[in-house]
C-alpha cells in the first residue's frame, strides 16, 4: 500500500467523505506477482450510496459492506480528532467470489453509467479476478 494515503477504511461512506475527493481502492490480504492492484476509485467514492441502492435492488452485497481496516491505522488516523470510546473493528477479508458477485452485477445496472464508475467497476473486476484466482482475500479502504 501506498504510504502516503490516509484510509478510513471501515468508517464507511459519507457524503462528506465523498465531497473532500476521497477515492476507493482495493488492497488484498497479500501481494500477488504481476496484478496492479492501482484504480482511480474517485468514482465510487462519489456514487457510492447510489451503487448501494442498485446492489440492494439487485440482490447482491453492497459495495460498502466490503470496507475494512486495520484497527491500528484507524486509531493512528483518528489520533488528530476526538476519537473517544470507539471500539474499533477488527480488520476483515472477504472473498474474491462475493466481491465479484456485486461488481459483475453492478456493471450491467444503471447506476453503471455515471461518469467514471464503469471504469472503476472494470477496474475492481481485474483485480478481483485476480484475486479470485489464486485464493487471495481482499477489502476496500478509503484513501482521502
Known sequence: MDTTRRSLGS???TTRIAKMGAAYFIVLERKIDGVDTGM???SLSRDMETLDDAARQLGVR???EFFSADPEQLAEFM???DA???QLPPLQQFTAQDGLATVRALA???AARADGVS???RECERILSAAAQHG???HFEIDI
Open 119 to 121: 471504469q472503476d467497476l
Open 108 to 110: 450491467s445496472h444503471a
Open 136 to 138: 487471495v482475500g481482499w
Open 40 to 42: 482511480d476509485g474517485k
Open 79 to 81: 489520533e488528530d480528532g
Open 84 to 86: 473517544g470510546d470507539v
Open 11 to 13: 468508517l464507511g461512506h
Open 62 to 64: 453492497p459495495l460498502s
